[in-house]
Structures are given as structure tokens and as C-alpha cells.
């Protein structure tokens, strides 16, 4: 079934976005994952503008002269909300109130994680049944499209749906991205939103982010398969940015050094990690570029055996619609490298 799959996009594929281009919306994004989202809606990157450098902190960045210029230019502004990009909230009033802002956090349908308060994550919720239900998700993106919509309303969302109801886009978890079917259901609100910009062009953007769907979802399934050695192995997190990858995928982090907001810990925070690294100790510590870490002492004064960097935010890709697919491999690659015995 995949290899079929494969084939009707490589047929998909064949619609051009080159005329979409030539008048094609301006679109700025906070971060490259979205971005490349964007892209491939699109057909590619031109007209994507990401706010973010590639090395700096979302949680603290302020704007330069030149991407607010971009910002006043912009058509639409697709970010992940201000729970991530604080800094942009109000620099989308000020400089593009015309525009149209697309917070990805608040679109219906998003899976929405709340925010992890406690320093270990004791009752981690494993997924027996990832690499059946990527590949299922891989089969109805590519056959049932039609039906899109109604699937992202309804199959395999009971659950989400009754928990995402007790959760706001204040109190989740902004780093959404890293769940792959987040990434589908936001292709979608892409495509309808470029549309209305560029009317003549909707159909282009929604064939386009059907065959971006299907490809993200393939890699997903491929990454659960990648994965499967692995997820039982607790690993340390520097900041506390994975758990929606932790959800998609079922690896285990055991607890996070800073919180989700990457600020600095309190020694009563530091005291408590080091109890529990004592009663569940990990070999594996997953840094970031946001971090600032270059090494890290546990609590017990020991070296961890293994050492990860995590990529999410895309660093070290080029720009452009394939960066969302490398960026999720990239942080999977990671994992398998760092975990595996």
C-alpha cells in the first residue's frame, strides 16, 4: 500500500505552483517548521518569510528593522501563537493589522498538550499502536482526502477532542509542531487561508497540501517503525520542548532541567531533579539549541554516558517545503542515536 501511495504522489507532484508564484501571497512565519508548512502549501519557498534566526530563542527574540518591514508587507502572518512568540503579538497590531494572523495553537482540530508543571514526567502515556496508527493515517491522507476534513473532526480524535476542551491556547504546550498530525491538520487551514488571498490559485494549494499531508505522514510512520527499539529507554531533557514528538512517537522522557518557557531553573528545581535522577537515573541528555547548554553536570555530580542535540526548530536544513519532513528525521535520528544501548 505505501509503494502505491508513493506512486500517486509522485502523480500529485506534477501540479505546478509556478503561476501561484508569480503573484503569490506574502507570508511571514515565526519559525522555519512553519514555514516550510507554508512552502508546501505554496509549491515553494518564495514569498516565506520566518522571523526567527536559525540559532536564536523564540522565547526572547526581538524584531530587527528589516523583518518588521516584512512584517508591514505580509498578506497573512502564520505563526504558532503567542504562548510560543510572545514578542510577535504585539508587533502583528502595531505593524500588519491588515493582515490576516493564523495563531496554528487555536486552529480547530489541534492536538493541544498542557503545559508539564511537574519536574518529572512519572506518568508518561505510552502509544503501543504507533506504527499502525501512522500507517493508517498515511493511507487515509492519500485515498480519502475528500473527506479531510471530516477525518480531522472526527477519526481517532474522540479522545483528543474531550481533552483538548479542558486546554487553551494559553495553557498548552506551544511546541505543537513536533506532532505530525498537527502538521496535517494545519496544511489545511494554510491552503484555505492562502486561498482566500489568492482565490484563483485555491485549488493549487489544496491539492498541494494534500500531497504535503501524505508525505508527512508516510515519515511518520516511517519514524514510529525507526523509533521502536528505543521507546522505552527515559532520557533527560534540557528544556522541556519534546513532549508533543513524546506523544506522536512514545519515547520517554523522564524529567526536563528547564521548563517549557526555557527559564532558568531554581535550585529547589535542581533539588528535585537530582532526587529524581536518583530514583530513576537516565544515560542520555537531550540538549537544544535554546538551552545554551554546551554540557551538563546531573545533580550527582556525574557525566551522563550520551549527549543529544536536538534540532526542532530545523536548524542546519536549507529553507524550503522539504525542511518540516528533514527536521522531524533530524530529531529522530537524534533519539535512536542517543538512546540506543
Known amino acids: 500500500m505505501r509503494a502505491?501511495?508513493?506512486?500517486?504522489?509522485?502523480?500529485?507532484?506534477?501540479?505546478?505552483?509556478?503561476?501561484?508564484?508569480?503573484?503569490?501571497?506574502?507570508?511571514?512565519?515565526?519559525?522555519?517548521?512553519?514555514?516550510?508548512?507554508?512552502?508546501?502549501?505554496?509549491?515553494?519557498e518564495e514569498g516565506?518569510?520566518?522571523?526567527?534566526?536559525?540559532?536564536?530563542?523564540?522565547?526572547?527574540?526581538?524584531?530587527?528593522?528589516?523583518?518588521?518591514?516584512?512584517?508591514?508587507?505580509?498578506?497573512?502572518?502564520?505563526?504558532?501563537?503567542?504562548?510560543?512568540?510572545?514578542?510577535?503579538?504585539?508587533?502583528?497590531?502595531?505593524?500588519?493589522?491588515?493582515?490576516?494572523?493564523?495563531?496554528?495553537?487555536?486552529?480547530?482540530?489541534?492536538?493541544?498538550?498542557?503545559?508539564?508543571?511537574?519536574?518529572?514526567?512519572?506518568?508518561h502515556e505510552h502509544h503501543g499502536d504507533h506504527d499502525e496508527d501512522h500507517e493508517d493515517a498515511a493511507h487515509d491522507e492519500g485515498l480519502h482526502n475528500e473527506d479531510a476534513e471530516e477525518d480531522h473532526e472526527g477519526e481517532g480524535h474522540e479522545e483528543d477532542d474531550d481533552h483538548d476542551n479542558m486546554i487553551n491556547a494559553a495553557t498548552a504546550d506551544p511546541h505543537a509542531w513536533l506532532e505530525p498530525n498537527n502538521a496535517v491538520v494545519w496544511l489545511d487551514e494554510i491552503a484555505h487561508v492562502l486561498g482566500e488571498i489568492r482565490p484563483e490559485f485555491r485549488e493549487i494549494y489544496a491539492a498541494n497540501a494534500q500531497v504535503a499531508a501524505g508525505k508527512i505522514m508516510i515519515t511518520a510512520a516511517g519514524i514510529s517503525e525507526k523509533l521502536?527499539?528505543?521507546?522505552?529507554?527515559?532520557?533527560?531533557?534540557?528544556?522541556?520542548?519534546?513532549?508533543?514528538?513524546?506523544?506522536?512517537?512514545?519515547?520517554?522522557?523522564?524529567?526536563a532541567i528547564r521548563d517549557v518557557n526555557d527559564a532558568t531553573p531554581s535550585v529547589r528545581r535542581l533539588h528535585d531533579l537530582g532526587q529524581q535522577l536518583e530514583d530513576a537515573p537516565v544515560s542520555c541528555v537531550m540538549l537544544d539549541n535554546e538551552s545554551g547548554y554546551k554540557e551538563i553536570t546531573l545533580p550527582?555530580?556525574?557525566?551522563?554516558?550520551?549527549?543529544?542535540?536536538?534540532?526542532?526548530?530545523?536548524?542546519?536544513?536549507?529553507?524550503?517545503?522539504?525542511?518540516?519532513?528533514?527536521?522531524?528525521?533530524?530529531?529522530?535520528?537524534?533519539?535512536?542515536?542517543?538512546?540506543?544501548?
Open 48 to 123: 516565506v518569510s520566518v522571523l526567527l534566526p536559525e540559532n536564536a530563542s523564540v522565547h526572547s527574540f526581538s524584531l530587527r528593522p528589516s523583518q518588521a518591514r516584512n512584517l508591514q508587507r505580509a498578506d497573512a502572518v502564520i505563526w504558532i501563537g503567542p504562548s510560543l512568540s510572545p514578542w510577535l503579538e504585539r508587533s502583528i497590531e502595531n505593524l500588519a493589522p491588515d493582515a490576516i494572523s493564523v495563531p496554528l495553537i487555536s486552529v480547530p482540530n489541534t492536538l493541544k498538550l498542557i503545559i508539564r508543571e511537574d519536574i518529572g514526567f512519572i506518568e
Open 228 to 255: 521502536a527499539d528505543v521507546r522505552e529507554i527515559p532520557f533527560l531533557l534540557a528544556h522541556d520542548g519534546t513532549q508533543y514528538f513524546e506523544h506522536a512517537f512514545g519515547v520517554a522522557a523522564q524529567a
Open 300 to 341: 550527582s555530580g556525574e557525566m551522563p554516558d550520551r549527549f543529544g542535540t536536538l534540532r526542532s526548530m530545523g536548524q542546519g536544513q536549507t529553507f524550503g517545503p522539504d525542511l518540516y519532513i528533514a527536521m522531524l528525521n533530524d530529531v529522530a535520528d537524534t533519539f535512536v542515536t542517543c538512546l540506543k544501548p
Open 4 to 44: 502505491f501511495f508513493v506512486a500517486l504522489l509522485g502523480l500529485f507532484t506534477a501540479i505546478s505552483a509556478t503561476n501561484a508564484q508569480e503573484a503569490g501571497p506574502k507570508v511571514v512565519t515565526d519559525i522555519a517548521p512553519v514555514g516550510a508548512l507554508v512552502a508546501m502549501v505554496l509549491g515553494d
